[in-house]
């Protein structure tokens, strides 16, 4: 139920939002949101920031766009976990240049949530200088999967088909209009809720999203669960035209990468069920010297060491 909102400007569109939500609004008008947690499940909860020139920039997206990605970045958590989204809470900075463009940034936000089959039960809205989304998701599961279960002898797989966000950027950044898949792949990513269910159903041992691409993702992994993980350079699955590097690189796909005990998981039935493939791309060792490790093996030889890419760092720039 929706509580009536008090005058002014910024109430006014906080009204516009709802109105624009419609039904996927709910709870919005009171100091918090109120949720049942399913009995027996877990309370899942993560939040990620989006901001101008950080993770977009104007000419590159539509708000909408801006709007959608941003959200779909913080369900893409929820998935990683194994988990049903709940509800999302959206809180936006937004400086005067982008009062224009706050209803399509509220449709793409709305987006997001219709195609994961969730709510929006609350925000914050303020001025400020640089554009920012932070979506706060709250969601559940029976047994959220972590990314520190891996075991020595697990299966190592990964959704989808890698590098097509990389081009993108690559594209964007030289003023050059991208492949039209490419840039679907950035601009409208999807979180791979229902495939993060299947998994967790599976027994999953650990399990992690690919926002800072799948090789920094997967030393995530590793050093969690204080394994080694070994990938084989071949089965990588990639977009085509795209290197094994740059699909080692790639940030902001949210394709999920998981570990599996031998057998646990049937990548044929996946893609049968799910549409989207699942490839084995490798197996967790027990760890080396240092755990943490991510081997890659690029040609037939054993235990080749290629420098892997190192992914996204906020802080190193
Ligand atoms: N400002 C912060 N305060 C507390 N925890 C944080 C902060 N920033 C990141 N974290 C935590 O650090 C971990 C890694 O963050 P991040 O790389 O952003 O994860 P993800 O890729 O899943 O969004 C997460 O558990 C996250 O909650
Ligand atoms: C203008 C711009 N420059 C660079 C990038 C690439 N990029 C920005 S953040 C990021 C990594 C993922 O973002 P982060 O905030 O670390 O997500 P999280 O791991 O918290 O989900 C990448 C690949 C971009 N999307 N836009
Ligand atoms: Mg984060």
Redesign the pocket.
């Known amino acids: 139920m929706e509580h009536a909102l008090g005058p002014g400007a910024e109430f006014d569109a906080v009204r516009a939002f709802v109105d624009r939500w419609g039904a996927l609004a709910e709870g919005i008008g009171d100091d918090a949101a109120v949720l049942d947690v399913p009995r027996g499940e877990r309370l899942v909860v993560s939040t990620?920031?989006s901001v101008e020139?950080?993770?977009?920039?104007r000419g590159w997206l539509t708000a909408r766009e801006i709007g959608a990605r941003a959200t779909t970045?913080a369900l893409?958590?929820l998935a990683a976990m194994g988990a049903a989204p709940l509800g999302i809470v959206v809180a936006l900075v937004v400086p005067h240049a982008w009062r224009a463009e706050l209803e399509a940034l509220a449709e793409g936000i709305g987006d997001a949530v219709r195609l994961a089959g969730t709510r929006i039960v609350g925000g914050d809205l303020s001025g400020g200088d640089t554009l920012s989304i932070t979506v706060t998701v709250l969601g559940a599961a029976p047994q959220p999967v972590a990314r520190s279960g891996a075991r020595a002898g697990d299966e190592l797989f990964v959704t989808g088909l890698l590098g097509g966000p990389l081009r993108a950027?690559r594209a964007l950044e030289r003023g050059e209009t991208p492949d039209a898949l490419d840039r679907t792949r950035f601009a409208r990513p999807v979180a791979r809720l229902r495939e993060g269910r299947w998994l967790a159903g599976r027994g999953v041992t650990a399990m992690i999203?690919v926002?800072?691409?799948l090789a920094a993702d997967l030393r995530h992994v590793a050093a969690a669960s204080g394994v080694r993980l070994r990938v084989d350079a071949r089965r990588v699955p990639r977009v085509a035209g795209v290197s094994v590097r740059d699909a080692l690189a790639s940030?902001?796909e949210y394709e999920l990468a998981c570990c599996a005990p031998p057998g646990a998981v049937d990548a044929a039935a996946f893609e049968r069920e799910l549409g989207t493939p699942l490839t084995r791309v490798g197996t967790v060792e027990a760890a080396g010297a240092s755990s943490g490790d991510v081997v890659l093996d690029d040609d037939a030889s054993e235990g080749v060491r290629v420098d892997l890419p190192q992914g996204?760092d906020?802080f190193s720039i």
């Open positions: 990620d920031v020139n950080v993770h977009f920039r970045g893409s958590d950027l999203d926002s800072d691409g940030g902001e996204h906020h």
